[in-house]
């Protein structure tokens, strides 16, 4: 039923997606792009993937203080290609697989998953409604509902934060480890007392017990995540011939709304990476449907292929068994 539910999601995205689309001229617009312009784009996808390695470091320094970066890469994409998998298993599944690797607690490598995500989330939620400030029409509907949407959001978000370091003081995580070992009555006795450590470290590591330096490393690491990837979707618009009339606002207005995409639980962001590219490009960026849809498709044909294939190679590196995946998948989709 739930695939039903996706595929069937996924259908009516791409439906409006392709709404009133002459073909012909999307494959003439796709077949004069400069190839220059294709492999920046590529390139620059797939350094972002060090970046995002070096800030997960970060993250998880509490819990261990040095780890490789090439393992924290390999873990990175393997993490991205499995979000091809319906239910969004990559990003279980590549916490737990390096937690086990690294010796670190299953719990502090699933918290950092959670962290990152609250993270990236409360970063574009800003660089969106920063750039609304000098988007040259940011009265349209689409700009007007998503702001309404971030200042709901972000003050939740906030909110998250302030009740992880609340929940980990001394005073309360006592209450808090009282309701777990209640809630835990419900479990088989055999399994409760390593439900209860789990559940108890998976809060500790919802806190970030970072020092100032960190703390600020974190921050800069993450505005690079996504400050980074911006121009290289640009110079792809260069390519297609438009990004000279796209000023850097909108592009910042765009990008934060394309990353927003991504919340909607399709695999490989099908359908919904492609109807919200569709409308950012020609709302916010006035691009013609025909070339906002060719844009799209390639470079959404250039994301997965930076998802599958560095994946494809560090799921051969650590040699990942395919049985682990599917008990992650399945314990994923029993919470």
Known sequence: MKILLIVGLIGVLLFFFLKNIDLRQVKDHISTVNLFYLFLFLLGLYIQFFIRAYRWGILLKPHKNKIPIMTLYNYTVIGFLLNLIPGKVGEPARGILLA???????????????????????????????SLFFVKDNNSQLLTGLKKISFFVFPLIVLFFVLFYLLNTDKLFIFVEKFIRFLSKLLPAKIRERAIGFALNFVKGLRLNLSLFNFIKLIVASLAVWLFLI???????????????????????????????AAVPTPGMAGSFDAVSRIGLEEICKVDPNLAVAYTILAHFLILVVMVVPGMVAFWTKGINLKIIRNIKDKNEMS
């Open 231 to 261: 121009p290289f979707y640009w110079l792809l618009m260069y390519g297609f011939g438009f990004g000279a009339n796209v000023g850097p606002f909108e592009m910042l207005a765009y990008f934060s709304v394309i990353v927003a995409s």
């Open 100 to 130: 086990g690797e690294e010796k670190i607690g299953r719990s502090y490598g699933l918290a950092s998953i959670v962290l990152e995500r609250l993270i990236d989330s409360a970063l574009i939620i800003l660089l969106f409604l920063f």
